[in-house]
């Protein structure tokens, strides 16, 4: 990067984060639709505070964190939508409150074929570089001292630290031996 524009780039993506950044877009038609029948169809059950089709990461959590033993291949297809959605909604597409994930992604997990099929990886970025955006033009509407920023941020830090190694964190040498054997060096 001696000249030129700083930023990350798709190939970025792909090498941190292993996500295929080619295939079919990440876009989900959503008109007005039933999400409690779709949440119940593709996870067993629904949320009874299900609201404008978002679903609380808690919940999910609470509901789908321990698979039954001898589960059929049906919950355990359940279970595996509810841990996918729970990490587009944790890491991959996180609103800036952190704790909610639309249930549009939900719909991309219907058929594990087509998942997989997905550029996931440019929607990330695609989606971190709106949320940054978002978030510069919430500074300069008011008068905070910081936007909420949604987004794989923890992405954007991996790609400052392998671009810019100076302000990576260091990690201590625990190969020495006085390091198991409780000595101060």
Request: charged content about 15%.
């Amino acid at each position: 990067m001696p000249v030129g524009e700083v930023t990350i780039t798709l190939e970025d993506v792909a090498t941190l984060s292993g996500l295929p950044i080619d295939g079919e877009a990440v876009i989900v038609d959503v008109p007005d639709r039933e999400w409690s029948e779709t949440c119940t169809r593709l996870l067993g059950h629904a949320p009874n505070d299900l609201s404008g089709g978002v679903v609380k990461l808690s919940w999910l959590r609470e509901h789908f964190n321990n698979l039954p033993p001898n589960a059929s291949a049906e919950i355990t297809g359940q279970f595996a939508r509810a841990y996918a959605l729970s990490l587009i909604g944790f890491m991959m597409f996180p609103d800036r409150t952190g704790a909610t994930v639309h249930l549009q992604y939900l719909l991309l997990l219907e058929n594990w074929r087509t998942a997989g099929g997905y550029a996931w990886g440019a929607a990330v970025l695609a989606y971190l570089y709106r949320e940054m955006g978002r978030s510069v033009l919430h500074l300069t509407q008011s008068s905070s001292t910081g936007g909420d920023l949604g987004g794989w941020v923890a992405l954007l830090q991996l790609w400052a630290w392998e671009r810019f190694p100076l302000i990576a964190p260091r990690l201590d040498d625990r190969t020495s031996p006085s390091v198991f054997l409780g000595l101060t060096k």
